[in-house]
Protein backbone atom coordinates (compact mmCIF):
# COMPACT_ATOMS: atom_id res chain seq x y z
CA UNK A 1 0.00 0.00 0.00
CA UNK A 2 2.00 2.96 -1.29
CA UNK A 3 -0.50 5.57 0.51
CA UNK A 4 -2.46 4.87 3.74
CA UNK A 5 -6.41 6.11 3.45
CA UNK A 6 -6.93 8.85 5.60
CA UNK A 7 -9.94 11.55 6.23
CA UNK A 8 -8.87 14.87 7.46
CA UNK A 9 -10.51 17.29 9.47
CA UNK A 10 -9.65 20.31 7.49
CA UNK A 11 -12.33 22.52 8.48
CA UNK A 12 -10.87 26.03 9.64
CA UNK A 13 -7.35 24.77 9.13
CA UNK A 14 -5.25 26.66 7.47
CA UNK A 15 -4.26 25.22 3.92
CA UNK A 16 -1.82 26.78 1.42
CA UNK A 17 -2.30 26.93 -2.35
CA UNK A 18 0.32 27.97 -5.00
CA UNK A 19 -0.70 28.73 -8.01
CA UNK A 20 -4.32 30.33 -9.24
CA UNK A 21 -5.33 29.18 -12.56
CA UNK A 22 -7.91 25.99 -13.55
CA UNK A 23 -6.05 23.31 -11.94
CA UNK A 24 -5.56 25.09 -9.18
CA UNK A 25 -9.16 26.37 -9.12
CA UNK A 26 -10.08 22.59 -9.02
CA UNK A 27 -8.03 21.87 -5.51
CA UNK A 28 -9.65 24.53 -4.03
CA UNK A 29 -13.18 24.23 -4.92
CA UNK A 30 -12.68 20.76 -2.91
CA UNK A 31 -10.56 22.44 0.33
CA UNK A 32 -13.81 24.83 0.24
CA UNK A 33 -16.23 21.89 0.45
CA UNK A 34 -14.27 20.27 3.35
CA UNK A 35 -14.19 23.99 5.11
CA UNK A 36 -10.28 24.61 4.84
CA UNK A 37 -9.29 28.42 5.31
CA UNK A 38 -7.21 28.43 2.06
CA UNK A 39 -4.44 30.82 1.53
CA UNK A 40 -3.46 31.28 -2.27
CA UNK A 41 -0.18 32.00 -3.62
CA UNK A 42 -0.12 33.14 -7.51
CA UNK A 43 1.19 35.80 -9.66
CA UNK A 44 -2.50 36.59 -10.75
CA UNK A 45 -6.02 34.36 -10.16
CA UNK A 46 -8.10 32.94 -12.24
CA UNK A 47 -12.06 34.02 -13.29
CA UNK A 48 -13.10 31.36 -10.27
CA UNK A 49 -10.01 31.97 -8.29
CA UNK A 50 -10.85 35.67 -8.47
CA UNK A 51 -14.41 35.27 -7.83
CA UNK A 52 -13.91 33.19 -4.21
CA UNK A 53 -11.45 35.90 -3.37
CA UNK A 54 -14.08 39.22 -4.34
CA UNK A 55 -16.46 36.97 -2.16
CA UNK A 56 -13.86 36.90 0.89
CA UNK A 57 -14.02 32.76 0.54
CA UNK A 58 -9.84 32.75 0.14
CA UNK A 59 -7.44 34.95 0.80
CA UNK A 60 -4.64 35.85 -1.22
CA UNK A 61 -1.68 35.87 0.43
CA UNK A 62 1.08 37.18 -2.53
CA UNK A 63 2.41 36.74 -5.73
CA UNK A 64 5.48 34.92 -4.95
CA UNK A 65 6.06 31.63 -2.77
CA UNK A 66 8.13 32.90 0.08
CA UNK A 67 9.35 30.02 2.84
CA UNK A 68 8.04 31.65 5.87
CA UNK A 69 4.06 31.71 4.15
CA UNK A 70 4.77 27.79 5.49
CA UNK A 71 4.38 28.85 9.14
CA UNK A 72 1.59 27.77 10.62
CA UNK A 73 0.13 25.89 7.62
CA UNK A 74 -1.23 22.74 8.05
CA UNK A 75 -1.29 21.56 4.43
CA UNK A 76 0.58 22.55 0.94
CA UNK A 77 -0.84 22.10 -2.52
CA UNK A 78 1.34 23.18 -5.40
CA UNK A 79 -0.79 23.68 -8.65
CA UNK A 80 1.68 25.48 -11.09
CA UNK A 81 2.99 25.20 -14.41
CA UNK A 82 6.17 25.75 -13.19
CA UNK A 83 8.46 23.01 -12.40
CA UNK A 84 11.11 25.08 -10.73
CA UNK A 85 8.86 26.63 -8.38
CA UNK A 86 7.09 23.30 -7.60
CA UNK A 87 10.59 21.65 -6.67
CA UNK A 88 11.09 24.55 -4.40
CA UNK A 89 7.83 24.11 -2.49
CA UNK A 90 8.23 20.58 -2.68
CA UNK A 91 11.58 20.88 -0.59
CA UNK A 92 10.68 23.49 1.70
CA UNK A 93 7.31 21.84 3.06
CA UNK A 94 9.17 18.62 3.36
CA UNK A 95 11.86 20.17 5.39
CA UNK A 96 9.22 21.88 7.98
CA UNK A 97 7.30 18.23 8.09
CA UNK A 98 4.19 19.89 6.37
CA UNK A 99 1.96 17.36 4.23
CA UNK A 100 2.64 18.31 0.58
CA UNK A 101 0.70 17.70 -2.82
CA UNK A 102 2.38 18.92 -6.31
CA UNK A 103 -0.14 18.29 -8.60
CA UNK A 104 0.04 15.49 -11.32
CA UNK A 105 3.38 15.01 -9.80
CA UNK A 106 3.20 11.71 -7.30
CA UNK A 107 7.09 12.15 -6.81
CA UNK A 108 6.57 14.61 -4.62
CA UNK A 109 3.28 14.11 -2.85
CA UNK A 110 3.24 13.08 0.54
CA UNK A 111 -0.52 13.16 -0.02
CA UNK A 112 -2.92 12.74 -2.75
CA UNK A 113 -6.39 14.08 -3.69
CA UNK A 114 -8.22 10.53 -4.62
CA UNK A 115 -11.52 10.52 -6.95
CA UNK A 116 -14.26 11.42 -4.51
CA UNK A 117 -18.23 9.70 -3.99
CA UNK A 118 -19.70 12.83 -1.88
CA UNK A 119 -23.00 11.59 0.64
CA UNK A 120 -21.71 13.49 3.26
CA UNK A 121 -21.62 12.83 6.01
CA UNK A 122 -20.75 9.11 4.34
CA UNK A 123 -18.08 9.67 1.89
CA UNK A 124 -15.83 7.16 -0.50
CA UNK A 125 -12.79 7.38 -1.66
CA UNK A 126 -10.78 6.16 -4.90
CA UNK A 127 -7.21 6.07 -5.45
CA UNK A 128 -4.47 4.70 -7.64
CA UNK A 129 -1.37 6.06 -6.13
CA UNK A 130 -1.60 8.69 -8.43
CA UNK A 131 -0.51 6.01 -11.07
CA UNK A 132 -3.81 5.36 -13.17
CA UNK A 133 -6.02 8.69 -12.12
CA UNK A 134 -8.73 8.21 -15.01
CA UNK A 135 -9.04 4.42 -14.01
CA UNK A 136 -9.88 6.00 -10.35
CA UNK A 137 -12.12 8.63 -12.13
CA UNK A 138 -13.77 5.91 -13.91
CA UNK A 139 -14.31 3.66 -10.57
CA UNK A 140 -15.89 6.69 -9.09
CA UNK A 141 -18.21 7.15 -12.10
CA UNK A 142 -19.68 3.35 -11.51
CA UNK A 143 -19.63 3.81 -7.50
CA UNK A 144 -21.87 7.25 -8.24
CA UNK A 145 -24.37 5.24 -9.85
CA UNK A 146 -24.79 2.65 -7.68
CA UNK A 147 -24.92 5.07 -4.22
CA UNK A 148 -28.00 6.28 -3.80
CA UNK A 149 -27.86 9.91 -3.28
CA UNK A 150 -30.13 9.81 0.53
CA UNK A 151 -27.41 7.81 1.56
CA UNK A 152 -25.78 10.84 3.56
CA UNK A 153 -28.81 11.57 4.99
CA UNK A 154 -29.32 7.75 5.81
CA UNK A 155 -25.95 8.24 7.99
CA UNK A 156 -26.88 11.29 9.57
CA UNK A 157 -29.94 10.18 11.25
CA UNK A 158 -28.62 7.10 12.23
CA UNK A 159 -25.75 8.97 13.70
CA UNK A 160 -28.13 10.64 15.43
CA UNK A 161 -29.20 6.82 17.07
CA UNK A 162 -26.36 5.59 17.69
CA UNK A 163 -26.53 6.35 21.64
CA UNK A 164 -30.05 5.16 21.67
CA UNK A 165 -29.38 1.49 20.08
CA UNK A 166 -26.02 1.40 22.10
CA UNK A 167 -27.97 1.49 25.22
CA UNK A 168 -30.59 -0.73 23.75
CA UNK A 169 -28.85 -3.38 22.66
CA UNK A 170 -26.00 -4.14 24.67
CA UNK A 171 -23.79 -6.74 22.17
CA UNK A 172 -21.89 -5.75 19.11
CA UNK A 173 -23.83 -8.75 17.11
CA UNK A 174 -26.80 -7.17 18.31
CA UNK A 175 -26.35 -3.75 16.96
CA UNK A 176 -24.72 -5.28 13.82
CA UNK A 177 -27.40 -7.26 13.14
CA UNK A 178 -29.82 -4.12 13.70
CA UNK A 179 -28.04 -1.77 11.60
CA UNK A 180 -27.47 -4.12 9.04
CA UNK A 181 -32.04 -4.67 8.91
CA UNK A 182 -32.09 -1.07 8.70
CA UNK A 183 -29.82 -0.07 6.01
CA UNK A 184 -31.35 -2.64 3.81
CA UNK A 185 -34.81 -2.33 4.59
CA UNK A 186 -37.88 0.00 5.03
CA UNK A 187 -36.05 2.85 7.01
CA UNK A 188 -33.80 3.37 4.14
CA UNK A 189 -36.39 3.74 1.41
CA UNK A 190 -38.51 6.16 3.32
CA UNK A 191 -35.22 7.98 3.42
CA UNK A 192 -34.69 7.67 -0.43
CA UNK A 193 -38.64 8.53 -0.90
CA UNK A 194 -38.23 11.90 1.44
CA UNK A 195 -40.10 10.70 4.13
CA UNK A 196 -38.31 11.54 6.89
CA UNK A 197 -40.16 11.45 10.24
CA UNK A 198 -42.12 8.08 8.52
CA UNK A 199 -38.35 6.96 8.53
CA UNK A 200 -37.86 7.89 12.00
CA UNK A 201 -41.07 6.34 13.32
CA UNK A 202 -39.75 2.84 11.18
CA UNK A 203 -36.21 3.22 12.84
CA UNK A 204 -38.00 3.50 16.28
CA UNK A 205 -40.27 0.36 15.36
CA UNK A 206 -37.34 -1.80 14.53
CA UNK A 207 -35.74 -0.87 17.76
CA UNK A 208 -37.88 -1.21 20.54
CA UNK A 209 -40.77 -3.48 18.38
CA UNK A 210 -38.80 -5.27 16.23
CA UNK A 211 -40.84 -8.14 17.08
CA UNK A 212 -44.26 -6.27 15.76
CA UNK A 213 -42.52 -5.47 11.98
CA UNK A 214 -44.24 -6.37 8.95
CA UNK A 215 -42.39 -6.71 6.06
CA UNK A 216 -43.00 -4.35 2.59
CA UNK A 217 -43.73 -4.58 -1.21
CA UNK A 218 -41.83 -2.17 -4.02
CA UNK A 219 -42.85 -1.98 -6.90
CA UNK A 220 -40.24 -2.20 -9.53
CA UNK A 221 -40.63 -1.44 -13.40
CA UNK A 222 -37.46 -3.41 -15.38
CA UNK A 223 -37.74 -1.63 -18.53
CA UNK A 224 -38.72 -3.39 -21.79
CA UNK A 225 -35.80 -6.12 -22.27
CA UNK A 226 -32.59 -5.03 -22.17
CA UNK A 227 -30.91 -5.23 -19.05
CA UNK A 228 -29.55 -1.75 -19.56
CA UNK A 229 -32.57 -0.13 -19.22
CA UNK A 230 -33.27 -1.12 -15.69
CA UNK A 231 -33.16 1.68 -13.70
CA UNK A 232 -30.08 2.39 -10.96
CA UNK A 233 -32.95 2.45 -8.44
CA UNK A 234 -34.59 -0.92 -9.38
CA UNK A 235 -30.97 -2.49 -9.36
CA UNK A 236 -30.75 -1.91 -5.87
CA UNK A 237 -34.21 -2.54 -4.87
CA UNK A 238 -34.26 -6.35 -6.78
CA UNK A 239 -30.60 -6.26 -5.22
CA UNK A 240 -31.94 -5.96 -1.62
CA UNK A 241 -35.24 -8.70 -2.01
CA UNK A 242 -36.13 -11.19 0.04
CA UNK A 243 -38.32 -12.40 -2.88
CA UNK A 244 -38.88 -11.29 -6.28
CA UNK A 245 -42.79 -11.95 -7.94
CA UNK A 246 -42.27 -11.38 -11.65
CA UNK A 247 -43.86 -11.17 -14.96
CA UNK A 248 -43.54 -13.14 -17.77
CA UNK A 249 -42.00 -10.28 -19.69
CA UNK A 250 -39.07 -9.89 -17.72
CA UNK A 251 -35.98 -11.55 -19.08
CA UNK A 252 -33.85 -13.45 -17.85
CA UNK A 253 -30.43 -11.28 -17.81
CA UNK A 254 -32.85 -9.03 -15.57
CA UNK A 255 -33.25 -12.17 -13.38
CA UNK A 256 -29.75 -12.75 -13.28
CA UNK A 257 -29.39 -9.39 -11.29
CA UNK A 258 -31.54 -10.84 -8.40
CA UNK A 259 -29.63 -10.95 -5.45
CA UNK A 260 -28.91 -14.79 -5.23
CA UNK A 261 -30.47 -15.79 -2.30
CA UNK A 262 -33.77 -14.47 -3.41
CA UNK A 263 -37.06 -16.34 -3.81
CA UNK A 264 -38.21 -16.03 -7.26
CA UNK A 265 -41.98 -16.28 -7.92
CA UNK A 266 -43.46 -16.72 -11.65
CA UNK A 267 -46.54 -14.61 -11.83
CA UNK A 268 -46.57 -14.40 -15.42
CA UNK A 269 -49.65 -13.69 -17.63
CA UNK A 270 -49.45 -14.79 -21.56
CA UNK A 271 -51.67 -14.84 -24.03
CA UNK A 272 -52.66 -18.77 -24.80
CA UNK A 273 -50.58 -19.85 -22.21
CA UNK A 274 -50.59 -21.13 -18.19
CA UNK A 275 -51.15 -17.51 -16.38
CA UNK A 276 -51.73 -16.81 -12.71
CA UNK A 277 -54.60 -15.05 -11.53
CA UNK A 278 -54.45 -11.71 -10.60
CA UNK A 279 -56.00 -12.44 -7.21
CA UNK A 280 -53.41 -14.98 -6.50
CA UNK A 281 -50.61 -12.27 -7.16
CA UNK A 282 -52.37 -9.95 -4.53
CA UNK A 283 -52.98 -12.56 -2.48
CA UNK A 284 -49.17 -13.41 -2.45
CA UNK A 285 -48.15 -9.59 -1.93
CA UNK A 286 -49.80 -9.70 0.93
CA UNK A 287 -49.03 -12.63 2.23
CA UNK A 288 -45.20 -12.83 2.14
CA UNK A 289 -45.45 -8.60 3.29
CA UNK A 290 -47.09 -10.01 6.44
CA UNK A 291 -44.27 -12.44 6.80
CA UNK A 292 -41.85 -9.96 7.25
CA UNK A 293 -40.21 -10.53 4.11
CA UNK A 294 -39.36 -7.68 1.78
CA UNK A 295 -40.73 -7.82 -1.58
CA UNK A 296 -40.28 -6.84 -4.62
CA UNK A 297 -43.02 -7.15 -7.66
CA UNK A 298 -40.89 -6.72 -10.56
CA UNK A 299 -42.95 -5.61 -13.91
CA UNK A 300 -41.98 -5.29 -17.66
CA UNK A 301 -41.90 -2.12 -18.86
CA UNK A 302 -43.66 0.97 -16.55
CA UNK A 303 -46.24 -1.07 -13.70
CA UNK A 304 -48.27 1.91 -13.91
CA UNK A 305 -48.78 2.01 -17.70
CA UNK A 306 -50.72 -1.49 -18.60
CA UNK A 307 -48.83 -3.42 -15.83
CA UNK A 308 -51.96 -3.37 -12.95
CA UNK A 309 -49.46 -2.11 -10.92
CA UNK A 310 -52.48 0.41 -9.39
CA UNK A 311 -54.92 -2.17 -8.76
CA UNK A 312 -51.97 -3.97 -6.77
CA UNK A 313 -51.32 -1.35 -4.71
CA UNK A 314 -54.53 -0.35 -4.01
CA UNK A 315 -54.35 -4.27 -2.15
CA UNK A 316 -51.72 -3.67 -0.17
CA UNK A 317 -52.77 -0.09 0.76
CA UNK A 318 -56.41 -1.92 2.15
CA UNK A 319 -53.89 -4.35 4.28
CA UNK A 320 -52.00 -1.62 5.31
CA UNK A 321 -48.60 -2.67 3.78
CA UNK A 322 -46.25 -0.14 3.34
CA UNK A 323 -45.17 0.20 -0.52
CA UNK A 324 -43.15 2.18 -2.89
CA UNK A 325 -42.94 2.72 -6.80
CA UNK A 326 -39.91 2.51 -8.64
CA UNK A 327 -41.19 3.62 -12.13
CA UNK A 328 -39.48 1.83 -15.60
CA UNK A 329 -38.78 2.80 -19.26
CA UNK A 330 -42.29 1.63 -20.63
CA UNK A 331 -42.09 -0.61 -24.07
CA UNK A 332 -43.67 2.34 -26.02
CA UNK A 333 -40.89 4.63 -25.81
CA UNK A 334 -37.87 1.77 -25.24
CA UNK A 335 -38.75 -0.27 -27.88
CA UNK A 336 -39.60 2.80 -30.45
CA UNK A 337 -35.97 4.40 -29.90
CA UNK A 338 -34.03 1.25 -29.94
CA UNK A 339 -36.28 0.50 -33.46
CA UNK A 340 -35.70 4.16 -34.89
CA UNK A 341 -38.91 5.30 -34.74
CA UNK A 342 -39.82 8.74 -32.94
CA UNK A 343 -43.02 8.43 -31.07
CA UNK A 344 -43.58 12.38 -31.62
CA UNK A 345 -42.12 15.03 -34.70
CA UNK A 346 -42.90 18.35 -35.47
CA UNK A 347 -43.57 17.42 -39.05
CA UNK A 348 -45.58 13.92 -38.67
CA UNK A 349 -46.62 13.65 -35.03
CA UNK A 350 -48.11 16.02 -33.04
CA UNK A 351 -49.28 13.66 -30.26
CA UNK A 352 -48.45 10.01 -28.99
CA UNK A 353 -51.55 7.98 -27.89
CA UNK A 354 -50.70 4.59 -25.59
CA UNK A 355 -53.19 1.73 -26.15
CA UNK A 356 -53.95 -1.57 -24.76
CA UNK A 357 -55.13 -4.06 -27.23
CA UNK A 358 -56.52 -6.01 -24.13
CA UNK A 359 -59.58 -4.38 -22.44
CA UNK A 360 -60.88 -5.62 -19.37
CA UNK A 361 -64.40 -7.26 -20.29
CA UNK A 362 -67.35 -5.17 -20.08
CA UNK A 363 -66.00 -2.26 -20.39
CA UNK A 364 -66.38 0.09 -23.16
CA UNK A 365 -64.07 -0.40 -26.10
CA UNK A 366 -61.80 2.13 -28.19
CA UNK A 367 -62.73 5.81 -29.43
CA UNK A 368 -62.21 4.65 -33.47
CA UNK A 369 -63.01 7.88 -34.59
CA UNK A 370 -60.63 9.61 -32.29
CA UNK A 371 -57.89 7.06 -32.87
CA UNK A 372 -58.56 7.41 -36.98
CA UNK A 373 -57.24 10.99 -36.65
CA UNK A 374 -53.92 11.84 -38.43
CA UNK A 375 -50.52 13.40 -37.75
CA UNK A 376 -50.60 11.05 -34.16
CA UNK A 377 -48.98 7.83 -33.21
CA UNK A 378 -50.33 5.16 -31.70
CA UNK A 379 -48.41 2.77 -29.64
CA UNK A 380 -50.47 -0.43 -29.20
CA UNK A 381 -49.58 -2.76 -26.38
CA UNK A 382 -50.51 -6.49 -26.34
CA UNK A 383 -52.17 -5.77 -29.96
CA UNK A 384 -51.26 -8.83 -32.13
CA UNK A 385 -53.83 -10.61 -31.33
CA UNK A 386 -56.42 -7.96 -32.61
CA UNK A 387 -54.68 -6.58 -35.14
CA UNK A 388 -57.48 -7.72 -37.90
CA UNK A 389 -59.81 -5.81 -35.67
CA UNK A 390 -57.50 -2.85 -35.18
CA UNK A 391 -56.92 -2.39 -38.77
CA UNK A 392 -60.19 -2.95 -39.75
CA UNK A 393 -61.82 -0.01 -37.20
CA UNK A 394 -58.95 2.38 -38.34
CA UNK A 395 -60.01 2.30 -42.08
CA UNK A 396 -63.52 2.34 -41.35
CA UNK A 397 -62.92 5.12 -39.24
CA UNK A 398 -60.91 7.53 -41.75
CA UNK A 399 -57.39 6.56 -41.07
CA UNK A 400 -55.90 6.11 -44.32
CA UNK A 401 -54.48 2.77 -45.38
CA UNK A 402 -51.32 3.84 -46.99
CA UNK A 403 -50.50 5.26 -42.90
CA UNK A 404 -47.05 4.30 -42.11
CA UNK A 405 -47.06 1.38 -38.99
CA UNK A 406 -44.34 -0.71 -37.93
CA UNK A 407 -45.36 -3.92 -35.76
CA UNK A 408 -41.95 -4.18 -33.09
CA UNK A 409 -41.05 -7.89 -32.05
CA UNK A 410 -38.75 -8.31 -28.30
CA UNK A 411 -38.03 -4.73 -28.44
CA UNK A 412 -34.61 -3.87 -27.44
CA UNK A 413 -33.31 -7.45 -27.25
CA UNK A 414 -30.47 -9.06 -29.02
CA UNK A 415 -33.02 -10.50 -31.28
CA UNK A 416 -35.36 -7.32 -31.97
CA UNK A 417 -37.01 -7.73 -35.12
CA UNK A 418 -38.92 -4.59 -37.19
CA UNK A 419 -41.65 -5.30 -39.69
CA UNK A 420 -42.78 -2.30 -41.51
CA UNK A 421 -45.60 -1.60 -44.06
CA UNK A 422 -48.51 0.56 -44.45
CA UNK A 423 -51.91 0.14 -42.31
CA UNK A 424 -54.13 -2.28 -44.50
CA UNK A 425 -51.18 -4.50 -44.19
CA UNK A 426 -51.20 -4.83 -40.14
CA UNK A 427 -52.83 -8.06 -39.34
CA UNK A 428 -50.21 -9.60 -41.96
CA UNK A 429 -47.48 -8.11 -40.50
CA UNK A 430 -48.40 -8.72 -36.75
CA UNK A 431 -48.93 -12.65 -36.97
CA UNK A 432 -45.12 -12.58 -38.23
CA UNK A 433 -44.02 -10.90 -35.62
CA UNK A 434 -42.35 -12.82 -32.31
CA UNK A 435 -43.47 -11.70 -29.32
CA UNK A 436 -43.97 -9.07 -27.28
CA UNK A 437 -44.61 -6.98 -29.74
CA UNK A 438 -45.46 -3.61 -30.20
CA UNK A 439 -47.66 -2.15 -32.81
CA UNK A 440 -46.48 1.92 -33.86
CA UNK A 441 -49.37 3.37 -36.63
CA UNK A 442 -48.51 6.82 -37.84
CA UNK A 443 -46.48 8.47 -40.03
CA UNK A 444 -43.09 8.63 -38.02
CA UNK A 445 -43.19 4.80 -38.51
CA UNK A 446 -41.67 5.54 -41.93
CA UNK A 447 -38.41 7.05 -40.27
CA UNK A 448 -37.89 3.73 -39.11
CA UNK A 449 -35.20 3.03 -42.23
CA UNK A 450 -33.36 6.07 -42.11
CA UNK A 451 -33.02 6.45 -38.05
CA UNK A 452 -32.63 2.74 -37.24
CA UNK A 453 -29.51 1.94 -34.82
CA UNK A 454 -29.63 -1.05 -32.83
CA UNK A 455 -28.45 -3.83 -33.82
CA UNK A 456 -27.26 -5.01 -37.46
CA UNK A 457 -29.95 -5.35 -40.20
CA UNK A 458 -29.14 -8.64 -41.80
CA UNK A 459 -32.28 -9.26 -44.48
CA UNK A 460 -34.15 -6.68 -46.31
CA UNK A 461 -36.12 -8.54 -48.62
CA UNK A 462 -39.10 -6.69 -49.77
CA UNK A 463 -42.17 -9.02 -50.22
CA UNK A 464 -45.62 -7.72 -51.57
CA UNK A 465 -44.54 -4.32 -50.26
CA UNK A 466 -43.52 -5.63 -46.72
CA UNK A 467 -40.15 -5.48 -45.47
CA UNK A 468 -38.80 -7.11 -42.45
CA UNK A 469 -35.43 -5.85 -40.50
CA UNK A 470 -34.25 -8.19 -37.72
CA UNK A 471 -31.96 -6.98 -35.36
CA UNK A 472 -29.09 -8.54 -34.24
CA UNK A 473 -26.44 -7.41 -32.45
CA UNK A 474 -23.58 -8.73 -30.19
CA UNK A 475 -23.74 -7.77 -26.91
CA UNK A 476 -19.99 -9.01 -25.82
Not at 35 to 48: I, P
Not at 85 to 104: E, W, Y
Not at 303 to 329: K, M, S, T, W, Y
Not at 361 to 378: C, E, I, M, R
Request: charged share 20%.
Amino acid sequence: MDYLPIFADLKHRPVLVVGGGEIAARKIGLLLSAGAEVFVVAKSLGNEVSQWHLTQRIHWLAQSFEVSQLDDIFLVVAATNDSTLNARVFQAANQRRRLINIVDDPARCSFIFPSIIDRSPLVVAVSSGGKAPVLARLLREKLEALLPTSLGKVAQIAGNWRGQVKQHLKTLGERRGFWERVFTGRFAALVAANRIDDAEKELEQQLYHADERTGDVTLVGAGPGDAGLLTLRGLQAIQQADVVLHDALVTEEILELVRRDAQLISVGKRAGAHSVAQEETNRLLVELAQQGKKVVRLKGGDPFIFGRGGEELEVLADAGIPFQVVPGITAAAGVTAYAGIPLTHRDRAQSVTFITGHCKPGTDGLNWSQLAQGHQTLAIYMGTVKASEIQQQLIRHGRAASTPIAVIGRGTRADQQVLSGTLQQLDELAKQAPTPALLVIGEVAALHHKLKWFGESVSQTPQDNLTLWPSVVNLA
